[in-house]
């Protein structure tokens, strides 16, 4: 198992607390819908976007997280290692909409703000677990199915390699190739890291949709630029068994939720 402690410490000093209250009923908590906040633990329940969204994050250990979240009634489940790098993500094979997928993003917005207020942008492993998860599952591709599969991170020197990358840094204004492929067969662009080619699509190669405000650090890789270059090149269309973009979001999901530890920052 990989040591990660003494990282994961440096990289989220910033935001690391201790939280000890089990319920808050202030306006503010009231608003996120929160039912359970401690040092170990964060659920709530909020209607948004027209959508009910139900969400939970439990501290297993010190380095493992469970997450679960409920749009209108699907489920999809995560448990998250940082220790090892291994994640599994069992989504019931739902396909939320884009109304759904916006009302989680909005969802992630509505609890960071909270605790931007309440804790001074100060947030535990366990919270930043809920939100990193949120911003991905929210970024899906048009149609993704969202299926069981497990990942493990590849070990990878910082050098491009061919897909599957693992995690590998990228940083702006450099230029790396992106791969990907798509109906019309296999493709290499090479792609400015941090640019924007048209309307939605800035910051190309942040694990994050656009340049829009997101609430915690996020990771710059290779795999992501993969998944940005195919969505910009194919409007986001296509799920995760189709030939458009889903096999490239599948492969972003570790440096979604491992990049910024590793240290790929931009």
């Known amino acids: 198992m990989k040591n990660y402690v003494n990282s994961i410490a440096i990289v989220l000093c910033s935001f690391l607390c201790l939280q000890c209250t089990k319920e808050n009923s202030s306006p503010e908590a009231q608003e996120i819908g929160l039912e359970i906040q401690n040092e170990d633990m964060l659920s709530g329940k909020l209607d948004t976007n027209n959508s009910t969204i139900e969400y939970s994050v439990k501290a297993i250990s010190e380095l493992e997280f469970k997450v679960s979240i409920s ?119 090479r792609v400015k890291v941090g640019s924007k080619p048209r309307r939605n699509y800035g910051c190309m190669g942040r694990c994050g949709a656009d340049c829009g405000r997101w609430w915690i650090p996020s990771a710059w890789t290779k795999d992501c630029m993969d998944h940005d270059q195919c969505s910009n090149v194919n409007n986001a269309s296509g799920g995760s068994s189709d030939r458009n973009c889903g096999d490239e979001f599948n492969e972003a999901a570790d440096d979604y939720v491992f990049g910024v530890i590793r240290g790929c920052r931009g």
């Not at 899906?140 to 990878?156: A, D, E």
Request: hydrophobic share 25%; charged share 25%; aromatic share 8%.
């Open 71 to 189: 749009i209108d009634k699907k489920n999809i489940e995560a448990l998250i290692n940082f220790g090892n790098e291994n994640m599994s993500i069992d989504g019931h094979d739902n396909n939320f909409s884009e109304s759904q997928k916006e009302a989680l993003l909005n969802t992630g917005k509505i609890i960071s703000e909270y605790l931007l207020d309440s804790k001074k942008g100060n947030i535990s492993m366990t919270e930043y677990t809920l939100l990193t998860l949120m911003e991905y599952w929210g970024k899906s591709p048009v149609g993704y199915i969202y299926s069981k599969r497990s990942i493990q991170s590849p070990s990878n020197s910082m050098n491009l390699k061919n897909r599957n990358e693992g995690i590998t840094c990228i940083r702006k204004n450099t230029y790396v190739t992106a791969e990907y492929d798509d109906s019309s067969g296999s493709h290499r662009d």
